[in-house]
Each structure stands twice: as C-alpha cells, then as structure tokens.
C-alpha cells in the first residue's frame, strides 16, 4: 500500500524545539482547500493512505471542510496530530468514526521524556486520548535518541495500551538529534 504523506499547515499548537517539519505558530503557511481535496481524491484512486499533519491538522482554516468532503469521499485518512487540548476538543466535535478517519498521536518518547522534548507538560493527556479516540487510535514515535535509549520501557507503554492497534515509527529528526 502506498502511503502519502501532506504537511498541509505549517501551523502548530505545540512549540516543539526540534520539529522535524519546522512548523510554527504561524498560520499564514497552508495548503488551500482545493489541493487538499484533489489529493484525497488521488489518494482514494490508487488506495493509498494519506498522513495529513504538517504542523497540526486542526490549525489548517479549512479543517472542518475538508472532514465533511472526507464524511463522503471516505479516503484513508489519517491526521497526525500532537498531545494538545484544543486537538481533543477538535477530535470530540468531529469523530473519526463519522468523518473516517483515524489519529496518529505523534510522541516524542514517554511520560517526562515526550514533555522535556515537547518543552510542555502534556504527556498527561495522553489517557484522555485512548478515552476519545478507542479503537481508532494509533501512536506515531518520533525517532530520536532518547527513544531508542529505553526501547524496553517502549515495548512496556505498548503492552499497557491494548488501544494502540497500529504502531507507527516515522522521520529521523534532521535537527541533528539522532545519531
């Protein structure tokens, strides 16, 4: 299967120091709606999947135009999204099992490792995710050093977490982080 990867917003919720996308609190920096739909559409045509991040989906303008197109178009979408407040409260307004689609929730390592990476303390609404999202959920690891440092506690968080179904490793930091 193919996978497409769109960073359709450089805009982010998060601050993350070493972003491997560069994203940023600014939201001047998108792609419009029409791209958006037509890569969908593609997406759907040769049955692949489509990872829309970038910096974070639910700072895109058109966000919710483009899951009610998704509602019906019903490609394989999936949103990589960060441990934030306002994506829980995007996600419960609009359901993954309405909209199809499914979330990847990207961790920069566990509990104090993600937050120290993450420079914010929200690590802790992780639980508040495998609540919302259930079955639909799936954990996106940044690949860094520190991760690969305490791989047996990684194995450990995945066996505590029967809502991770799907396990996804994605980038290297190109900051220089990862040997």
């Known amino acids: 299967m193919y996978e ?11 601050k993350f120091i070493n972003c491997g996308t560069n994203s940023s609190c600014d939201g001047s920096i998108y792609l419009d709606l029409e791209k958006l739909k037509t890569l969908l559409k593609f997406s759907k045509d040769i049955n692949a999947q489509i990872f ?8 895109h303008p058109h966000w919710k135009k483009l899951l009610e197109f998704n ?3 019903d490609a394989n979408v999936i949103i990589d999204v960060p441990l934030d407040k306002y994506v829980l409260l995007c996600i419960a307004s609009y359901p993954p099992q309405k909209y199809n689609y499914q979330v990847s929730v990207s961790l920069w390592g566990i509990e104090e ?7 914010l303390n929200s ?3 992780f639980s508040d995710y495998k609540s919302l999202l259930n079955q639909s959920m799936r954990v996106s690891f ?12 990684l194995i450990d968080f995945i066996n505590k977490n029967p809502q991770i179904k799907t396990l996804y490793f994605h980038r290297l930091m190109p900051t220089g982080r990862c040997s």
Do not use: P
Request: charged share 20%; glycine share 10%.
């Open 4 to 14: 497409l990867i769109v960073d359709c917003t450089k805009k982010c919720v998060s």
């Open 52 to 59: 829309l991040g970038g910096g974070c989906f639910f700072c």
């Open 71 to 73: 509602k019906e178009l």
């Open 113 to 119: 490792t993600h937050n120290k990476l993450a420079g």
């Open 123 to 125: 690590f802790f609404l």
């Open 142 to 153: 940044v690949i860094t050093q520190e991760l690969i440092s305490y791989s047996n506690e």
